[in-house]
């Protein structure tokens, strides 16, 4: 069977996601798209709107054969991360295809830009350590890299999704047999749109901002999202202010020191921001600078949040597994055919050995009002 992978969050799944589902299988010919998916803690940060079972959920019925989650270890990192997790788990399955959206042109030869980056990584990372401006962030000090040592490429670090894309090929390209990338430019709604537009297909942000307001969101999702709005909770930041709040103020600096990513003597600004602030939003404007932008105090945010210290996301690391979320039945038999790694059908004392930093963050994610268990008992969605 043929495979094509993609890699998601679906924060909530719209319409756009289930035609960049339409695009992979048609383009590629794939029987089975695989869907390698963000669990309830996100790539930038923040909590999911929706847990990982009902997105999941809303994903098989609508093109997507196979969910499988991609772990806290991996999930809530910053970019070259985040496509390492998920891309090592596509690699695993037998994937021949990995199809993503950008905002970059189709034109743009993702598989050429991680080839080069494979042999060229230490003039990369000489070139980087150059930069001595430290009023610079991180992807303008990769736009000038590149336009130094590629400069016929004209590469952008700004945009998300191409940000993503450039990753993905990066980790791709360091495999004996790298996947075809096909990437798919995103139709209508920018990635940062905060307003609905006439089309159907408008982005998660402006569907998120469009649910906070109450406004109606069904013109925009499949039949299968809109009803799980209908009863369903919508967690957000401000849903675990207040478990933030008191971690940081209950804990001493040097505790606080033993986080993942916490650096820099950033505690004690953490500690004074929680003292003053009365809303995640505020503790965030008033801890930011340059040097550390909303994204990375979010994930920072997340590290405390679950507690979570750098040996244990590297011990993470380095145990990888399948959690199966959900297939429908050519999902199942392609699982058969090419099983290479651990495969977690339910969660039970074994398995939340090895998937500990999970079942963790699921813990603390169903502290929110109304959010059922998330792992044990819990068997994948089979989709018919």
Known sequence: MKACGIIVEYNPFHNGHRYHADMARKQTGADVVIAVMSGNFLQRGEPAILDKWARANAALANGIDLVIELPIEWSVQSADYFARGAVRLLQKIGCDYLCFGTEGEQSFDYQAFGSFVQENQKRIDQAFLQ?????????????????????????????????????YAKENACYDRPMQLVPIARKNAGYHDQELPEQQIASA?????????????????????????????????????????YRLLSSETEELQTIYQMTEGIEVRLIKAAKEATTFADFIDLVKTKRYTWTRLQRLACYTLLNIKTEEIKRQQAHLYLNILGSTKKGR???????????????????AQVAHLLIRSDQIYQLAPSVQEQNFGRRPYIYE
């Open 131 to 167: 930069l001595v401006d430290q009023t610079m962030s991180y992807p303008q000090k990769m736009t000038e890299v590149f336009n130094q040592l590629y400069p016929e490429m004209n590469l952008d670090f700004s945009s998300p999704n191409h940000i993503l894309g450039l990753s």
């Open 205 to 245: 942000t402006a569907i998120r901002k469009a649910l906070s307001e109450k406004r109606a969101i069904d013109h925009y999702v499949p039949t299968e999202t809109a009803k799980i709005f209908q009863s369903a909770s919508m967690q957000t930041w401000e849903t675990y202010w207040p478990l933030l709040r």
């Open 333 to 351: 038999v392609f699982l058969k055919e090419k099983r290479t790694l651990p495969l977690f059908a339910k969660i039970g004392k074994q398995e």
